[in-house]
């Protein structure tokens, strides 16, 4: 009995090791980050998608429309235009406008509204924040959900979300120009779902 | 000056005119597409589309090829700024996303074939006598549009009005499919020919 004790303690101990020491960071000052991949208001941020879930394979053209302060607007239609979703984001508030009656399940929604709220907060609250080289990563809180936002010769290039010390969901920021992500990856490791986002730069043809 | 006002505003009401048609000016539009549709063997044409959302600062322009071949091969094949095409043949929807091959039984679903029952009368425009769709009849800018309304709910659900504008000829100029949200895409077709040899090959997946 004791032993089972000690041994749970020791899992409770080792699972409570902070995220980024068990990655080898250590405690840094914390200090504001800002995420400017969606925060140009002038600009329409356009994106081939491809969505794979649950041994479906979706593809189409993302739209993310920085509408205001803390106020996006993320949609989501086939490649001949038909529309699939489209949310409003805006402070803490969380809108379906519309959706296709298929995918009009709670689950699939909050979801999708988890990660996407990550993709347009430009400044998350920041917890606490670590070092290793020339990378940091930041404690921070998005909805009520826990994330490290890693960023390498200050730029962000990937956020995480963490459950029991473990990465649930990846978004990595790549080929990043003039604060556009050419690429961006929301990968789930607890859940067969990874959404690709490739950047369209249709100059006016 | 105020005369001037007026002129223009008068201008401006004329040009948007659009009044609906008598009934003998509507069936004089059906007996000229008609007659066009039925010597029509194949067609093929330069698109480009325009996806509206009122949200945008600008449309999403993109643009294509389509070929279609007598009585129901339709390929319409993106090419700018991504590449994407979709062929419909032998009941069946065929993908291919930038190399990646899919398809799709559309034999058993009903919306599938009000859509391509759709997408081939945006080519043809021969579908007057669908049942499915309430039809009306309008003149605009010297030339014609047809404006079809879905009655079946679940189809309005994508679609809640469909309008096609035909030239003197009676050849489709533009296509465009109104979302209940009001948003749309706006199909522009151009470099159009008939009648000239397609090989299969155009149309194999």
């Known amino acids: 009995m004791r032993y089972l004790l000690s041994s749970l303690l020791l899992v409770l101990f080792v699972s409570c090791v902070s995220y980024p020491k068990k990655n080898g960071f250590i405690a840094s000052a914390r200090q504001p980050i800002q995420n400017p991949y969606f925060s140009d208001a002038s600009k329409d941020y356009v994106y081939k998608a491809n969505i794979e879930a649950f041994g479906n394979s979706l593809s189409g053209i993302f739209i993310v429309k920085k509408l205001g302060e803390d106020h996006h607007r993320i949609a989501f239609t086939t490649e001949m235009g038909n529309k699939i979703f489209d949310f409003t984001f805006e402070e803490e508030d969380f809108k379906v406008n519309h959706i296709l009656k298929k995918m009009d399940k709670k689950i699939l929604i909050n979801v999708l509204k988890n990660d996407f709220r990550v993709l347009v907060k430009e400044k998350p609250s920041v917890e606490n924040g670590f070092r290793k ?12 959900k826990k994330y490290y936002h890693f960023l390498s010769e200050e730029k962000l290039n990937k956020v995480v979300r963490v459950g029991n010390g473990k990465g649930k969901v990846e978004f990595t920021f790549s080929e990043i120009n003039d604060n556009i992500a050419q690429h961006i990856q929301i990968l789930h490791k607890n859940i067969k779902l990874k959404i690709s986002l490739k950047s369209i730069s249709y100059e006016k043809l | 000056m105020r005369k001037l006002v007026y002129i223009l505003f008068f201008m401006v009401l004329a040009s948007n005119a659009q009044t609906k048609m008598s009934t003998s000016e509507a069936s004089a539009l059906k007996a000229t597409v008609k007659a066009l549709s039925d010597e029509t063997e194949t067609i093929t044409a330069d698109f480009v589309q325009y996806k509206h959302l009122d949200f945008l600062s600008s449309d999403i322009e993109s643009k294509g090829k389509l070929a279609f071949k007598s009585p129901s ?24 996303d930038n190399g990646n091959k899919s398809d799709m039984d559309m034999g058993s679903n009903k919306i599938f074939k009000q859509l391509n029952q759709l997408i081939t009368a945006s080519i043809k425009g021969d579908m007057f006598d669908a049942s499915e769709f309430e039809v009306s009849y309008f003149k605009k800018d010297g030339n014609s549009e047809v404006h079809f ?21 009676g050849e489709v100029q533009e ?13 522009v077709f151009s470099n159009r020919t008939t009648n000239q040899p397609l090989s299969d090959a155009v149309f194999a997946q």
């Open chain 1, 133 to 144: 080289d020339s990378g940091s990563i930041y404690e921070t809180q998005i909805g009520n």
């Open chain 2, 73 to 96: 091969m339709v390929k319409w094949e993106y090419v700018k700024p991504f590449a994407y095409s979709v062929l419909f043949k032998n009941e069946t929807l065929f993908i291919n």
């Open chain 2, 149 to 169: 309304n879905p009655k079946d709910k679940q189809f309005a659900e994508f679609i809640k009005s469909f309008h096609i504008t035909f030239n003197k000829k």
């Open chain 2, 175 to 187: 296509v465009k499919m109104i979302e209940p949200s009001d948003d749309y895409t706006q199909i």
